[in-house]
């Protein structure tokens, strides 16, 4: 099975901070990486598929890079509606999420 | 507009049977994957598995195999997820999601998503 490993656990910032989450595969996976927002109480929400492309809708400010174990997604000015958790999703082998990073806007 | 709209909560007991649905709408239903994921409460996403509609081909995450069955009505547009035993377990919230797939055969991700449907089992 791939494990995927998310850092920071959690993080909190400010408005207009640039916020970088972190995933990493336990083998390599090469592009088959996907980011997802959740909100508390609803569901998941496609940002970013196949390492770097951005959802249909998606604000620009997220961008995201990686390839191989190694990934980012970043928002380069975080505004107060992007508080949630995210989470990665590899589908090189099977599908397996991260365990997610808490994202609380301070 | 793509819609996946999922069946209400469910409280069951431990040996029952269950089957919960989504349907779906704003889309050709038979052309992709859809599937099922569980969240636990307060914790991560668990991917349960797939069904290809025009086919009835499935994919199922190992720890879910043998436990659950994914299926596909055509004529009305609606995957399922069926339970012929419940367990404690089994218990969470389980979304429908439509699957894509990307560069390479069954690297799924998922681009659509129900509001989930909570299942309880309990004694």
């Known amino acids: 099975d791939v494990q995927m490993t998310q850092s920071p656990s959690s993080l909190s910032a400010s408005v207009g901070d640039r916020v970088t989450f972190t995933c990493r595969a336990s083998q390599n996976i090469a592009t088959s990486l996907h980011w997802y927002q959740q909100k508390p109480g609803g569901a998941p929400r496609l940002l970013i598929f196949?390492?770097?492309s951005l959802q249909s809708g998606v604000s620009s400010r997220f961008t995201a890079t990686g390839s191989g174990t190694d990934f980012t997604l970043t928002i380069a000015s975080l505004q107060p509606e992007d508080f949630g958790t995210y989470y990665c999703?590899?589908?090189?082998?099977?599908?397996?999420f991260g365990q997610g990073t808490r994202l609380d806007i301070k | 507009e793509v819609r996946l709209v999922q069946s209400a909560t469910e409280v069951r007991k431990p040996g029952e049977s269950l089957r919960i649905s989504c349907q779906t709408s704003g889309y050709t239903f038979d052309y992709y994957w859809i599937g099922w994921v569980r969240q636990l409460p307060g914790k991560g996403l668990e991917w349960v598995g797939i069904?290809?509609?025009?086919?009835?081909?499935?994919r199922y995450s190992p720890p879910f195999q043998g436990r659950v069955t994914i299926s596909a009505d055509r004529s009305a547009n609606t995957a399922y997820l069926h339970w012929d035993t419940l367990n404690p377990s089994d218990s969470g919230i389980y979304y429908c999601a439509r699957h894509l797939v990307g560069p390479h055969r069954d690297a799924f991700y998922m681009d659509v998503w129900g509001k989930g449907t909570p299942v309880t089992v309990s004694s």
């Open positions: 999703q590899q589908s090189q082998s099977g599908v397996t």
């Open positions: 196949s390492a770097s």
């Open positions: 069904v290809y509609p025009g086919d009835s081909d499935t």
